[in-house]
């Protein structure tokens, strides 16, 4: 990737958001992990390209390994005051047996 700090989760799929679709034939679903530990958190990632054709086939409630990068940026819009942007970007999915 880019250098960027990787980590991992394991926990339930518990949304997938709509596909957006990117210029060059590129495509990002938003997807959200329900994580396995003692005080589950919902963790909203960000897929793109194969690992998001990935994600639009598994199913709701299904159980997941995700290896993510951690990503931010200071963002400056061509209008307003310039922001800070933190995304996470998964970078493998795979099911945990059950």
Do not use: C, N
Request: proline residues 9%.
């Amino acid at each position: 990737m880019s250098g960027a700090p990787e980590y991992e989760l394991s926990g339930m799929i518990e949304a997938i958001l709509p596909a957006v679709q990117l210029p060059k034939q590129r495509i990002k679903v938003p997807f959200v992990v329900l994580s396995d530990t003692l005080r589950p958190q919902r963790i909203l990632l960000e897929a793109f390209d194969a690992v998001a054709q990935q994600v639009q086939q598994l199913p709701l409630r299904e159980k997941v390994r995700v290896r993510f990068a951690l990503e931010g940026w200071l963002w400056h819009p061509p209008q307003g005051a310039s922001r800070y942007i933190t995304r996470l970007v998964a970078l493998t999915i795979e099911r945990i047996p059950t």
